[in-house]
């Protein structure tokens, strides 16, 4: 065993446990200890030369220790001013669903009764506004896969909201009307 190897195999052995009871006392989880104790560990197995060989090697290991501590609570600090503005970044443009009223309300009961690929691919392509084809390459399918699958997310979508908005649908205006139609 090389010289190195075995000093760091002493050098943990003799200071794994202290060194953990420090990382124990200084952070909230013993998850977060144990991420110390192998950054610690890791520093030392990188810069064993430097690691003193008397007993000052466990006060090396402690000053080790509490740079990582420090780096960890300022990892800390970062994640939550971060998550901070997320979660106001999310209050700002995800929309009140406790305002929904009307036909708002009835769509999304209606999307909530799909399947989750058909809600997915009704909502790429009507509210991210996506053609087909570029729906396509989001699911990872043929745009041919994608313009079936969305007629018939669409045929369901209509038979979920059912006839909620009291009328028989939209009529194109571009297109005559055909007889039965004219008598009605």
């Not at 009764?113 to 729906?135: F, I, K, Q, Y």
Request: hydrophobic fraction near 40%; charge should be negative.
């Amino acid at each position: 065993m090389p010289d190195h190897e075995r000093r760091f195999r002493e050098l943990f052995d003799s200071q794994f446990r202290p060194l953990l009871g420090y990382a124990l006392r200084r952070v909230g989880s013993p998850d977060d200890a144990a991420d110390v104790v192998a950054e610690s560990m890791l520093v030392a197995w990188r810069r064993i030369d430097e690691v003193p060989v008397d007993d000052s090697a466990r006060l090396w290991l402690y000053g080790v220790a509490r740079r990582v501590v420090a780096n960890h609570r300022r990892g800390e600090l970062r994640r939550d001013r971060l998550a901070g503005r997320l979660r106001q970044h999310l209050v700002e443009a995800m929309p009140d669903h406790s305002d929904l009223t009307g036909s708002t309300a009835v769509i999304q009961q209606g999307l909530d009764s799909l399947s989750d690929d058909d809600r997915d691919l009704l909502m790429l392509t009507a509210w991210d506004g996506l053609e087909p084809r570029e729906a396509a390459v989001v699911l990872g399918v043929p745009a041919r896969t994608v313009r079936t699958r969305l007629h018939r997310a669409r045929t369901r979508l209509r038979t979920a909201i059912g006839d909620a908005f009291g009328d028989s649908g939209h009529e194109r205006e571009d297109q005559p009307k055909r007889p039965a139609q004219e008598e009605q």
